[in-house]
Each structure stands twice: as structure tokens, then as C-alpha cells.
């Protein structure tokens, strides 16, 4: 399974035990500012979920490496807030002497700072790296603790000896095969959301909704394919592009040129002022959008619109070509990830490492030829590793699987026409009675949500409950939402659609999600099993409702020693068996004989429950 490719992942320790020291020169920062506090989100100036290296500043100060979080740093104390999913992982990677870690589902970044701050401490915050909305969520916490907001550069890039450069990665064009529109016609539908919302301009603020926009795709961050930047969309008038990058390949620099004026990301300041001066209205996105540019369009005269980037709904809906290309991109990954699960069940008796499992899967999806980069670490996790929930092996972590434990591994990877994210739970010898109970727990969730049908209009939050009710009735649950939004030859985790208790967004036809309910036994397990599902249209006889359902894009097969055939119903039984004889027939014509022998075995019926 060797290969001399330049592989898309790295298992060096990023995580430090430096906090104590950066912490301090953090302080000395805050004094010679003037303030009491700063506050240091995991989020650059897009608000983005996966940063560029030189935005790693949460992971630099605190040493914790996950996606999500906020570190809040006073005077005398320090605290580091996060959410479900790193729990377990925030405290082994900070230093607990210096911060105190705070599960979100306790307390919010807001709360904490309201009942910890101290009468006439000045906060400090970066208004780039923080919304309108979080802003004034922030002015209410520090005036309930007697305190006060001040808007500074940031302290954190102050002391960052050695922070990495901008990215400039190479920007080029998304074919229309893939994209299934041109950027003009889809220039075209925004302006008539922006007549409709009375605005005169919009600023493209994500570089998610930037690269949909502009059918352009980049490579100024890890793993997904954006070109960092700003737009600004008149109602009327020509665009303004400002990338970051100067790479523009020369076929982009000719196309794009024609829509849109190109500038650098330099000048963009300079012409949102102009702009705002006029005066103008302009929209800015509430979830992307730094409080910096609020301020400055306040500031040059002119109005800021602070609601949602109506792009973000157009790209989450996709057209036929997209979803063409995912169910493409899901049928060779499936053969991969197949031949993966076949390998790993022939040599996992002998000890399978978790970075050899990570090194072979991404070796399984490269030999096909279209492997454009995973579309996010692997998390790779024998026995007690996958109960952390986003678990990333390193060579410090690295274990070898044993028999009589699970392995977990979630991954994904990105094609030119779909991007990919699959879960897969795997016994390593026999399981036990517990592990098989909560696999197949999670299996009826996972299966309740496949087999869902719902009116239009109904969100995420609504269903979330579907995959939880059989871990419920066990006294069980588990600590993360059950599905996420995802791109197409874009971010694995996509908005604003989700299947979760906070997914207030109704799920449209065209949305593509993730299903991936799970258990996790602190110390000695964790179970996941994730396919990727298509909102679709439902018409059902004798029905007066539109109705909607799910189509399972993802193709490969789910362990059945881990099933415990006595717990599933028999409507339960008949989706299992149909969705592994569509695997086999679907999968097996592209695998060689040895392989389809096993698919043919790991996807025989399991007939009627007991």
C-alpha cells in the first residue's frame, strides 16, 4: 500500500504544552493595551469552520487542535469553551493549570465571561474575527459583569513569533459540467434577491459562497478548495473580485475578469468605503461577515443590512449536475472505501495501526485516479480512541487495534464532481453483547432517518429526534447533531441546513446532509455510522401534503457481527437488506473477484428479525 504520491495528511503533534507562557505574553499584551481581557475564537476573518495555518491562534495560545471553541483570557483566569464533540480532547491537549474547560452544553463563551468578569474590566475582542450578532451577545455579557467592550487589533498576532504567512494558493475555474450553471446566470438570481430584500449591494464575505458564486475553486486552505476573498455585488453595476491570492490561472484571470472587476483583497476596504458612501445600503452576512465591515460602512456613511448571504441557501440547493456528480463521486468512493473494509477485515487480526488504516484507506480512493484531497482529516480511532469523537491520530497516539475491540474511522474525500464523508464502525474479532446492543441502537437511528418522510417545511431539529429514540429508551444518547449541510467539490460541512436540535432551517429538496448517529463509552469505544443523504421529493398515494424523503448517496456496507438481529423490526430488517443488495449490485461489477467475494458476504441478508 506504499506510494511515493505526496499524500494529503499529516500525524505530527500539533498540540503543545505552552499555554502557561503564551498565556503570559498574552497578559503583558493586554496590559500594555490597556484592557482586562481578550477573547480568542477559533475562527478567521470568514468566520470559517477549517482555517488557514496563520488563523490557527486558538490552537497556538491554548495548544487544543479542534474546529470549534473560545478561549477567554482575563487577568487572573482563563478558560477554553467547547462544544460535544471535544470534551475529551480539550482537556489532554490544554493546560488545566492555566484554563479551565468549559462544555458549551454548561455554559456559552457569554455566560462564563458574564459571571467571571470583574467590575471595570475592559474586554478586549478582534472585530474581524467576530460577527455583529456575536459582538452584541458579548457587549450584554462583559455589561452584566460590570465590564466594557473595546474593539483592538489582535493581541494574539502581537506575541505569535514565527505565524505562518497568508495563504496564496493557486486560483482556477469550476468547469460548468460540475457546477451545472454559469456564474452569470447565477450572478443574475442573486441581484433578484437583493432587488426583493430592497439592499443595494451584497458582500460575499464566505469563500464558501465566493467559490459557488464565481464557479471558482482555490487552494488557500487545507482540504477544501477555497480561494480566500470578498465580493462585492452591486443590484446594478459590474462585481468587484478581491482574492487574496494573486495566483489566478490565466483561463480564471480571462473568465473571471469578464463578470467581475479583479482587485486585491488589499483594496477591498478602500472600495466598501466608496461604496457605503454614496450612501448605500448593503447586505452583509450575519454568519460570516466580521463586525469590522458593519463598522466601516457605518463609518463611510452608509447603511449595513445585516442578515443572511442569500447565496448560502441557492448553494445548498443543488442542481442536477451536482447531484449527478455526488452520485458519481459516491460510487467510486464506495469502491474504495469497500476494498478498504475488505483489507481491513483480512489483516486487522494482526494489529492494524490507526495511521496505517489512514494511509491505506487514502491509498484505496488515490489509485482510482480523481482523488483531488480528503475533504477532512481522518479520524481513525481503535478502541478507547474512537469514543473522542473527533479524534486525529498522531504519531504520538498512534495505537494498534486488538482483538475484542471496535475501530472507527471517518473520512472523507473530494472530487472534482462531489465531496464525500462516510463513517464506518468495524468489529475487530468478536464483540461483545453491550457493543453489539448500541451498534445496532445506533443502526436504528441511523435507519429511522434514512426511511423518514416529512412535509415541506420542516426542519432539522425536527427529525433530529428520529435518530435518537432507541438509544433513548436505553438511557443512552450521544453529544453532537446528527447531520450536517455538505458542499459539492466544496466544505464537508455545509450550512444552513442540519439535522440537529439547533437545525432550525427546513430542509428543502436538493439539500445534501449527513446521517451519522453515534455511542461513545468514554475509555473503551465509540460507534458511528454515517452515509450522506439527498432531500427528495415524495409523492405518496392518498396523501394532500408535498412530502419530502431521503435518497442514501453513500454506498458501502454496514459491519453485521455488530448487529443484533433481535432488536430490529421487521421494516427495519427490509431497509438493512435493500440498502446492502444495492451496495452489491451497485459496487460489485468494479471490484476484482476476491474483493466482490467479501462484499458478497459482508452484504448477505439478514432476513427476518428474530
Known amino acids: 500500500m506504499t506510494s511515493p504520491r505526496r499524500r494529503f495528511q499529516t500525524f505530527e503533534d500539533s498540540s503543545h504544552r505552552k499555554g502557561a507562557e503564551r498565556v503570559a505574553a498574552l497578559r503583558a499584551a493586554m496590559r500594555e493595551a490597556g484592557i482586562g481581557g481578550f477573547v480568542v ?15 490557527e491562534r486558538l490552537a497556538w495560545l491554548t495548544g487544543f487542535t479542534g474546529s470549534a471553541g473560545t478561549a477567554v483570557v482575563l ?89 505562518p504567512s497568508q495563504p496564496a494558493g493557486r486560483v482556477v475555474l469550476h468547469p460548468l459540467a460540475h457546477s451545472g450553471e454559469d456564474a452569470e446566470a447565477k450572478l443574475a438570481r442573486i441581484r433578484e434577491k437583493l432587488a426583493a430584500a430592497g439592499v443595494d449591494a451584497l458582500v460575499i464575505s464566505d469563500p464558501h459562497n ?11 486552505v487545507d482540504h477544501t478548495p477555497l480561494a480566500l476573498g470578498y465580493a462585492i455585488v452591486p443590484r446594478e453595476g459590474r462585481p468587484s473580485l478581491f482574492l487574496s491570492s494573486g495566483d489566478v490561472a490565466p483561463d480564471a484571470r480571462t473568465t473571471l475578469g469578464a463578470l467581475a472587476e479583479l482587485a486585491p483583497r488589499a483594496s477591498f476596504e478602500q472600495a466598501l468605503s466608496a461604496l457605503a458612501g ?90 482510482g485516479g480523481l482523488l483531488r484531497e480528503v475533504s477532512f482529516p481522518t479520524i481513525s480511532g481503535s478502541g478507547p480512541n474512537g469514543a473522542i469523537v473527533h479524534y486525529r491520530v498522531t504519531t504520538a497516539s498512534d495505537r494498534r487495534v486488538r482483538p475484542g475491540e471496535l475501530f472507527l474511522i471517518d473520512s472523507g ?20 453483547a453491550e457493543m453489539r446492543d448500541r451498534f445496532t441502537r445506533v443502526l436504528q437511528g441511523h435507519i429511522a432517518i434514512a426511511r423518514a418522510v416529512f412535509p415541506k417545511g420542516t426542519t432539522g431539529a425536527q427529525i433530529d429526534s428520529f435518530a435518537r429514540r432507541a438509544l433513548w429508551e436505553a438511557g443512552l444518547d450521544f453529544d453532537h447533531g446528527t447531520g450536517h449541510g455538505v458542499g459539492s467539490f466544496l466544505s464537508v460541512h455545509e450550512g444552513p441546513q442540519r439535522i440537529a436540535k439547533t437545525g432550525a432551517v427546513a430542509l428543502e429538496a436538493g439539500m445534501i446532509l449527513s446521517n451519522e448517529p453515534g455511542y461513545y463509552r468514554a475509555g473503551a469505544y465509540g460507534i458511528r455510522i454515517e452515509n450522506l443523504i439527498l432531500v427528495e421529493e415524495r409523492s405518496i398515494t392518498g396523501g394532500d401534503r408535498p412530502m419530502l424523503g431521503f435518497e442514501t448517496l453513500t454506498l458501502a456496507p454496514i459491519d453485521r457481527a455488530l448487529i443484533e438481529p433481535s432488536l430490529l423490526s421487521p421494516a427495519e430488517v427490509e431497509w438493512l437488506d435493500a440498502y446492502h443488495a444495492l451496495v452489491r449490485q451497485t459496487l460489485g461489477p468494479e471490484l476484482d473477484a476476491d474483493v466482490r467475494a467479501w462484499l458478497d458476504e459482508a452484504t448477505r441478508p439478514i432476513g427476518p428479525a428474530a
Open 413 to 432: 474525500a473530494q472530487y472534482a464532481d462531489g465531496t464525500t464523508d462516510i463513517t464506518r464502525t468495524v468489529a475487530i474479532g468478536t464483540p461483545t
Open 41 to 55: 475564537p477559533r475562527a478567521d476573518e470568514h468566520q470559517s469552520e477549517y482555517v488557514p495555518a496563520n488563523a
Open 210 to 220: 465566493l467559490a459557488w458564486a464565481f464557479n471558482l475553486r482555490g487552494a488557500d
Open 75 to 163: 487577568a487572573d483566569k482563563a478558560a477554553i469553551i467547547v462544544d460535544g464533540r471535544y470534551t475529551l480532547q480539550a482537556p489532554e491537549q490544554v493546560d488545566t493549570a492555566v484554563f479551565t474547560v468549559v462544555p458549551l452544553a454548561d455554559k456559552t463563551p457569554d455566560a462564563w465571561i458574564a459571571e467571571t468578569i470583574s467590575a471595570d474590566t475592559v474586554l478586549g475582542y478582534d472585530p474581524w474575527l467576530h460577527t455583529a450578532d456575536g459582538v452584541a451577545r458579548l457587549e450584554r455579557a462583559v455589561a452584566k459583569g460590570g465590564g466594557s467592550l473595546k474593539a483592538v487589533s489582535n493581541l494574539v498576532d502581537a506575541v505569535w513569533a514565527g505565524r
Open 278 to 367: 454614496r450612501p448605500a445600503k448593503i447586505r452583509i452576512d450575519v454568519a460570516t461577515a466580521g463586525a469590522a465591515l458593519k463598522e466601516m460602512i457605518a463609518s463611510a456613511g452608509g447603511t449595513a443590512d445585516v442578515g443572511p448571504d442569500p447565496i448560502t441557501v441557492m448553494k445548498a440547493i443543488k442542481n442536477e449536475a451536482e447531484i449527478a456528480g455526488s452520485r458519481a463521486a459516491h460510487r467510486r468512493d464506495g469502491v474504495a472505501v469497500t476494498r478498504f473494509l475488505a483489507w481491513l477485515q483480512r489483516e486487522g487480526s494482526n494489529g492494524i495501526g490507526e495511521i496505517e488504516a489512514v494511509e491505506a484507506l487514502e491509498d484505496f480512493r488515490a489509485e
